[in-house]
């Protein structure tokens, strides 16, 4: 399938655009985490045994929504209670945040079967069980006015595959590099860091005059690596090789040795000359609050969740922060950088309650004047035109251009193999992301790491198309300045 082109008026809505991605971090410790899951799963259960009960018993229709987002959480736990105080239908909606375990709160949910009925889009539990039918297709309940008032917003490849809907996004994200312009102003630094080299260095100016006063150059939530790394190292790969997470689309195989530039920086980036002390056991919020609070130069995260988190969550003056692209290595640009479409939902194709799920989705998450104040209230940019014509965004989104969708920067982007068929690719040892760790956070050999991993990722996928458990992954001519969506 290749990427549908973008009218006029949907081009438009992707240079107002940057929203939402996962915001939540991990657990403090491998036992606090195996707790925190038991417990999500016995809630799950409980909640999934009581909305069984009154529907049973005549009572309101329970509908469960589980959320990975902790930045709007506020409007939308309004939202949900003016909705339960106010619909016809005997609906009670029940909201729940899962931000610190959320796929793998799905994937017990999943096992056990008290998935719940509504769950916030995350692009890794969705390709995770999206070949096992477990995500509804929207289609088979949208009308034509509800097809076409989202028509701008669906894409053959991204969330529309084989003739079925899973999921609208109704804004878009993708990364940046945060800095506090204070911070610069006081070392001496005009502008933000153009280059890979430059930001290791201005890193280290920060470190070496403001550290005595607990101030550091560069900091990221490397507690979880995929979590880090999705957010930053690895998104401006993709511009600087045109290789998404590794994968070269023309030729239909995984490459991973061109990042060893890339990754020297990093493990100086990540060392006590640049960085805050304790990245290796950060999570996101708690770096959030020390940028809030002055301690922190810069670190790389969602265009679309910043700017609602300094302004609810973490106040902080707008006047103190910004954001630019995530640098490259010579500032080098081979392709674009992913995008991300955000607020989606997708339904449980197994729910006993379908129906009366995808209406509270319809009225609630997808009625406009929702979407409006979720866009004015700087929790997302819309990528709707209807929308965007009646809004007045935050002046964040207004006034920090690099919020916004470029699309000179950001596109689309197909998915690689171990994306694109999730749970039948088996890569063995460590997967991309801890393999980096073993390098910025050990002594691993960068070159021999990397090509041992490239190796590793084309078994894995070879080994998947011989079994049957995927398919070759392979666009002819493929330009990554151009790029289209299988």
């Known amino acids: 399938m290749k990427l549908r082109k973008w009218s006029s008026v949907a081009m438009a809505a992707a240079m107002a655009v940057s929203t939402l991605a996962g915001c939540g971090g991990s657990s403090n410790t491998d036992t606090t ?32 929504v589980w959320s ?28 729940q945040l899962y931000t610190d375990n959320y796929v793998q709160a799905i994937d017990m949910a999943v096992q056990s079967g008290e998935l719940p009925d509504i769950l916030v889009y995350q692009e890794q539990m969705f390709d995770k069980y999206v070949g096992a039918g477990q995500w509804a297709d929207l289609y088979e309940f949208m009308d034509d006015g509800m097809k076409d008032y989202f028509k701008d917003v669906i894409f053959p490849g991204y969330n529309e595959f084989d003739g079925k809907l899973y999921f609208v996004p109704t804004c878009g994200t993708t990364c940046r590099l945060f800095y506090n312009k204070e911070i610069f102003d006081r070392v001496g630094i005009e502008s933000a860091p153009q280059t890979l080299e430059e930001m290791v260095e201005d890193a280290k100016l920060i470190t070496s005059q403001l550290s005595g006063e607990g101030i550091y150059g560069f900091a990221e939530n490397m507690k979880s690596a995929s979590s880090g790394l999705s957010r930053s190292m690895i998104i401006g790969l993709q ?20 990042w060893a530039d890339t990754l020297k920086l990093w493990k100086e980036l990540l060392s006590e000359e640049c960085a805050f002390p304790g990245c290796e056991s950060l999570d996101i919020d708690p770096l959030r609050t020390q940028f809030a609070a002055g ?30 692209p995530i640098p490259t290595v010579g500032n ?10 955000t607020t989606g939902y997708v339904l449980n194709a197994k729910s006993a309650n379908l129906e009366s799920a995808f209406k509270v989705y319809k009225d ?15 929790f997302g940019v819309s990528i709707l035109p209807s929308v965007i014509e009646k809004s007045n965004p935050s002046a964040d989104f207004q006034n920090k251009e690099w919020l916004l969708i470029h699309p000179e920067f950001d596109a689309l982007l197909p998915k690689p193999p171990h994306s694109a068929f999730a749970s039948g690719m088996i890569v063995e040892g460590e997967d991309l992301y801890k393999t980096c760790e073993s390098i910025y956070y050990g002594d691993a050999d960068i070159e021999s790491t990397l090509q041992d991993l490239t190796d590793r990722y084309n078994k894995a996928y070879q080994e998947a198309i011989k079994n049957g458990t995927g398919f070759e992954v392979k666009i002819d001519g493929y330009d990554p300045m151009n790029p289209t969506l299988q």
């Open 239 to 258: 511009r600087e090789t045109g290789k998404p997470f590794g994968y070269d689309f023309a030729k239909g195989e995984y490459d991973f040795t061109d």
């Open 295 to 324: 301690k922190i130069g810069m670190y790389c995260s969602y265009s679309h969740a910043e700017p609602g988190v300094y302004i609810n969550q973490f106040p902080m003056d707008t006047e103190k922060w910004d954001c630019v």
């Open 332 to 341: 080098k640009t081979a392709g674009k950088q992913y995008y991300s479409g």
């Open 68 to 95: 990975k987002d902790r930045h709007d959480a506020t409007y939308v736990q309004q939202k949900v209670d003016e909705y339960n105080a106010s619909n016809t239908d005997n609906i009670q909606v029940e909201y």
């Open 33 to 64: 985490a195996a707790q925190t899951q038991a417990t999500q799963a016995t809630e799950a259960a409980q909640a999934g045994s009581t909305a069984a009960e009154n529907t049973a018993s005549g009572e309101k229709t329970v509908i469960r």
């Open 364 to 378: 609630l998450f997808t009625d406009e004047d929702y979407l409006v104040g979720y866009y004015e209230g700087g």
